[in-house]
């Protein structure tokens, strides 16, 4: 039988260093007559010239565009019609959130360059404004007219809503079959 033989130890040599003693440090006041922050010097970013130079640059940037130079052609309540049912379609597929808020919007020819728009609510009104850009720049450019107004107008009568009661329901379905008023008079229907 073999005794297993063991491996030779290592032996860890330490060096020790002498620690060395911290002197004691004098702890001196001095008094100062001025602030020790710098308050005189900026840096170099001021909000409020910042807003001006915006304002200024937005002033600068405006160019009118005179309407005289651009073309003026005919176009018919037809073609108007037609793009517009084909806005709509097109809404109908991308957003239908947007199309069902317009799609009760009427479109008129008022006058030889005049739109009139009949908007039944506000609320369609401000989601109508979101597509209204992108249609009449198309409408212009397809009718080669750019000197097209768009006139707004609140269109009352297509927001009536009618509140059917039962007494109305029924009343229209007497019409319909005048054996149902037979009916009423013998069982005294209570229709409130």
């Known amino acids: 039988m073999k005794i297993p033989e063991k491996a030779p130890e290592k032996k860890e040599i330490v060096k020790e260093t002498p620690v060395q003693q911290e002197e004691p440090v ?68 991308k957003n239908t959130f947007i199309f069902n808020a317009v799609k009760t919007f009427k479109l008129v020819k008022a006058g030889e360059n005049v739109i009139k728009v009949l908007y039944p609510s506000d609320s369609a009104k401000v989601e109508f404004d979101k597509i209204a850009g992108e249609f009449f720049n198309h409408f212009r450019t397809k009718v080669n007219n750019h000197a097209i107004m768009i006139d707004y107008q609140r269109d009352f009568d297509t927001l009536k809503i009618e509140v059917m009661t039962k007494r109305k329901i029924f009343e229209k379905f007497m019409e319909r079959n005048p054996l149902l008023k037979d009916l ?6 209570d229709l409130t």
């Open 184 to 189: 009423d008079d013998l069982m005294k229907f």
């Open 26 to 93: 004098q702890e001196s006041s001095v008094k100062t007559t001025k602030p020790l922050s710098r308050q005189g010097i900026s840096s170099g970013f001021s909000i409020n010239s910042f807003l001006n130079k915006e304002e200024k640059d937005v002033k600068e940037e405006t160019i009118a565009v005179k309407a005289e130079n651009l073309p003026q052609n005919h176009f018919t309540e037809t073609d108007l019609q037609m793009e517009w049912n084909l806005m709509l379609k097109q809404l109908q597929t």
